[in-house]
């Protein structure tokens, strides 16, 4: 027998299975339902559409199957997330028959509805991992976000019941406009207070039904950048990604729609059966009431996976792909059409090569490169980044 | 080396998976292996782990591997018993009591 170090293992079996198509990581939404109103959330519906949304959704015994199914292909990973997972009553089931599985589990939660009963039935079926998402520091900013008055004092509940048990949590926050001014202070809490491992994501999507209202409290292109540059460990591990991953496109890349692992290693399911590529992009699914896992991964997105790009576009030849974060799923989104570059992202990802020091190659018409309309005014923003740096 | 009459049980707590070509022990409860690391066997341990089930002997595990395999029952028996060894360390298998 050999041990080895997780870490170590996962890079070294994540490799292997590209090669083998194997889908050895899920991600697994459970209910669309939320017990909370977020502001910028991309889910629309509340825990409170009991009847609506809870009848549609996967039973307990069609996730035992699909679960059956995915893990006979080879599913080592799950994230189960939602909505809020604890809202479905049936969850600790459903978990537990994934666990007798051997299915290595991470669960996203609010952690506002988590209890002693479910901290103690966790700390005996011990998670993979826990990410609890913290909207901020105080109450007032907490709930400004959340909607539900009383829910900051729940959430700090549960993490406290959970690291009472030495459960392996992590907390992250999403940047907004409305929490931007409370960053420190929750990496603080969690990273010094906690002891916890902490990160943060600056990105935020448009609704599932492509509705722009959660985009209202999106941070600007600068601010984005920003937050880039006030953290030392998170400018570092971009550096090390761009090294690695900006350059020259292969005939490849340049063809394929898809550079994510989804499709070749990694899968979602939403609360209502539909297996895709990816959660964020509700097209092109496979229906896993009316049929198998296997036919699912097999047949359905293998063809996805293989979509090729229709049309040349100014992301086709850029090098700094790594910087941006557009893929099909946020140019549907944004855009309504997976190819359309996104306008946000493209001027980030060269507000950013900028500010870490990368060269921009032309790459066709694009606004924001040297010869572009809109290059004076990235300058700009450029200037002003390095006044705060 | 006396080869062993001991019989070794498989903890109640533990997953097999085969991903990739490769045979990995997961732990299900808190109280089994541990969460940060991962247990992989090879293909002669794969063999082993599956003879394992409390009633099986040391001895007997030696001498299905002579029959299965071209090696000698020393070495055989060596391999096992620092396999069974380290799943014992690990919490992934237990003794008699």
Known sequence: MEIHHYGDWSSQINQRVVNQRIPIIGTIELTSRCNLRCIHCYNTKTSGDQHSQRGEELTYNEHCRILDEATESGCLWACYTGGEIFTRPDFLEIYTYAKRRGVLITLFTNGTLITPRIADLLAEWRPFSIEITLYGRTKETYEQITGII????KCMQGIQLLMDRGLPLKLKTVVLTANKHEIGDMKQFAEKDLELEFRFDTMINPGRDC????????????????????????LSEWNGFCEQFNGPISSEQNNGLYHCGGGIKSFSIDPYGQMGICLLLAKERYDLRVGSFKEGWENVLIKVRREQNERHTKCTACQIKAMCGMCPANGWLENC??????????????LRAHAFGFTVPPHGECEFCESGIRYEELMCSFEQLSHCA | MVISSKCVTKSDDLAIRDIAGETIIVPVKNNVGDLNSIYTLNEIGTFVWRL???ATSITQIVNAICEEYDVQSEEAEKDVVTLTSSLEAAGLVRSPE
């Open chain 1, 337 to 350: 059409d997976k190819e359309e570059p996104v306008d946000f992202l493209c001027r980030v990802a060269h």
């Open chain 1, 150 to 153: 009383g829910s900051y004092e």
């Open chain 1, 211 to 234: 509705s722009k209202e959660p985009l209202a409290f999106r941070l600007s292109p600068q601010q984005v950048v920003e937050m880039d540059l006030m953290d030392s460990k998170r």
């Open chain 2, 52 to 54: 394992i089930d409390g």
